[in-house]
Nanobody, 123 residues
Framework: QVQLVESGGGLVQAGGSLRLSCAASGRSFSSYALAWFRQAPEKEREFVACISWSRGYADYRDSVKGRFTISRDNAKNTLYLDMNILKPEDTAVYFC????????????????WGQGTQVTVSS
């Protein structure tokens, strides 16, 4: 089992930055692919970014490319999402997720989920 706890959300003005963290407990963290998803009010949860277990691969949804960076520190069992040039449309609850055998953008591939952290971007 893996437990994931997100932090770092908050209220920020458009154009600002935030860093989200996701602390993991449990074994084998370094062998999991990790991802960030988000869910805006009255919308379905959507993929934001993912990173492979070895940090060799990372993928992003088009709307965040060049603004967001996903990274991981396996020694600290922590996943990060650096968000820059934030826009009001980035407002959502952000979730981190871990996958035992999957890498990619589909929710169904992820086995463990955090509770989420709220990010609000004001215009």
């Amino acid at each position: 089992q893996v437990q994931l706890v997100e932090s770092g959300g908050g209220l920020v003005q458009a154009g600002g930055s935030l860093r989200l963290s996701c602390a993991a407990s449990g074994r084998s963290f370094s062998s999991y692919a990790l991802a960030w998803f988000r869910q805006a009010p009255e919308k379905e949860r959507e993929f934001v970014a993912c990173i492979s277990w070895s940090r060799g691969y990372a993928d992003y949804r088009d709307s965040v490319k060049g603004r967001f960076t996903i990274s991981r520190d396996n020694a600290k069992n922590t996943l990060y999402l650096d968000m820059n040039i934030l826009k009001p449309e980035d407002t959502a609850v952000y979730f981190c997720a871990a996958a035992v055998t999957y890498y990619g953008e589909h929710e169904s591939g992820y086995d463990f989920w955090g509770q989420g952290t709220q990010v609000t971007v004001s215009s």
